[in-house]
């Protein structure tokens, strides 16, 4: 029998993390034109709303049935502002693992909303779900993500070599493929031993899904 991720939200400080709903479409997809997001996934480029719409009507609803993983639209606690998403990707309910990614809104970048809903995250997903294993990827000269998995607790446990593939701009405006490592990073639950949790709202939101 599949596991699933449950619907819930999970609120800190500053933030809450919810699913994501279709006022949330116009705000992701300006976050998911910045360049810095296009340079570092695979995203296509320009990305249009119809995308965002797919992703948050249709993709993630799918991966979240299917066991497979769950998203989290990072909203501002007082505005309601989309800043960011945390996806949890490539999960794997016998050994309790899952692959964790993040992005952050241009226009907010530097207010350690990156790093405060990443622990969120990984405090509910080894505190609520019992999972024994969060699992990082950041392309080797990806500086912003390596600092976020170094601020939160992660362990750099190799390089994946020509692991993935980067975009760089071109002369003319354009979109250049640049393959580079990978740097593996993992989480454990003893890595955060000490450090406060946030709580998590079990009666939540209904799940829209997106992806």
């Known amino acids: 029998m599949t596991s699933t991720f449950p619907d819930i939200s999970i609120s800190t400080d500053r933030l809450v993390l919810r699913p994501f709903e279709e006022a949330d479409v116009p705000a992701l997809t300006a976050m998911m034109n910045d360049e810095l997001i296009a340079a570092w996934t695979a995203i296509p480029q320009p990305y249009p709303e119809d995308a965002a719409r797919a992703w948050t009507d249709e993709s993630a609803p799918a991966e979240r049935a299917a066991g497979r993983g769950v998203d989290f639209a990072v909203t501002e606690f007082l505005t309601q502002r989309l800043v960011g998403v945390v996806q949890l990707r490539h999960t794997d309910w016998r050994i309790r693992s ?53 601020k939160i607790g992660c362990i750099s446990e190799g390089v994946l070599r020509n692991a993935f593939i980067a975009r760089s701009r071109t002369e003319d405006g354009g979109w250049a493929d640049i393959r580079t490592d990978l740097i593996v990073w993992s989480l454990l639950p003893e890595d955060l031993d000490g450090v406060p949790g946030p709580s998590a709202d079990a009666n939540g939101f209904p799940y829209p899904g997106w992806n």
Request: charged share 25%; glycine share 4%; net charge negative.
């Open 98 to 150: 899952s692959e964790m990614s993040y992005a952050v809104a241009s226009w907010a970048r530097g207010e350690g909303y990156a790093c405060e809903a990443s622990l969120a995250v990984a405090h509910w997903l080894f505190r609520d779900q019992k999972f024994e294993r969060i699992e990082l990827r950041t392309a080797a000269d990806n500086t912003a993500a390596q600092q976020v998995a170094q």
